[in-house]
């Protein structure tokens, strides 16, 4: 397992952050969020009052923020310019900016050589909405996590404080259609790629149809 590579896309509130931790912890392989690091360039931009409607303003901008990410499926984590931004990126105000950072070019550009950088070798699960089809499209497995609209806004709901369902759902629409129109990487299932429907299943379950799937391709 020290050079296998699993990409693990789908879109908000699928499971692919617990099921992807999940299966990096049973493997003992690394873990990498890639929308984490999307989240951080959204924050330090946030923090700076750059205009997010402005793509030129980002893309101006977007090589300035010195990124850290560990890879512990244990404890993942994400620094910027050397401050702890685990928990500032998990806004809601990030999470409302994040598409129209993350659909700017030169944003893509930097992270997904990063992505590459930290992948290097293998030995890594590997989450996001591009991996399988432009970070790591050679991967040998590749899992696209999707569930009911209803389902996903549950989960973020249980996760965030101060929302509702129905504004969860809302806004994962809105992000969704964002993310799948965007012309830079657009949000898509790889053709190689298996799609696992966790609308009716709990973590573990997930995690063991994952480890199946895995054991079967390799």
Do not use: H
Request: glycine share 8%; charged share 25%.
């Amino acid at each position: 397992m020290t050079g296998l590579v699993v990409a693990m896309d789908g879109p908000s509130g699928s499971g692919k952050s617990s099921a992807s931790r999940g299966v990096a912890r049973a493997l003992g392989l690394r873990y990498l969020d890639t929308g984490a690091m999307y989240r951080a360039i959204t924050w330090w931009m946030l923090q700076r009052g750059v205009d997010l409607s402005d793509q030129e303003a980002i893309a101006v901008r977007a090589l300035e923020p010195v990124l850290t990410i560990g890879t512990d499926p244990d404890a993942p984590s994400v620094a910027v310019d050397g401050t702890d931004a685990a928990g500032p990126i998990r806004t809601t105000e990030v999470t409302a900016a994040v598409s129209a950072v993350s659909a700017v070019p030169e944003v893509r550009r930097r992270l997904v050589a990063e992505q590459r950088e930290i992948i290097g070798a293998g030995g890594i699960v590997v989450e996001g909405r591009d991996i399988g089809t432009v970070v790591a499209p050679d991967a040998p497995v590749k899992i696209y996590l999707t569930a009911s609209a209803d389902a996903r806004a549950l989960r973020r709901t249980a996760e965030l404080a101060g929302t509702t369902v129905q504004a969860q759902k809302a806004a994962m629409a809105r992000r969704d259609s964002l993310d799948s129109t965007r012309k830079a990487d657009p949000l898509a299932m790889a053709a190689d790629a298996v799609e696992l429907d966790t609308t009716a299943l709990n973590l573990d379950e997930v995690v063991a149809e994952i480890l199946r799937l895995i054991k079967e391709k390799t």
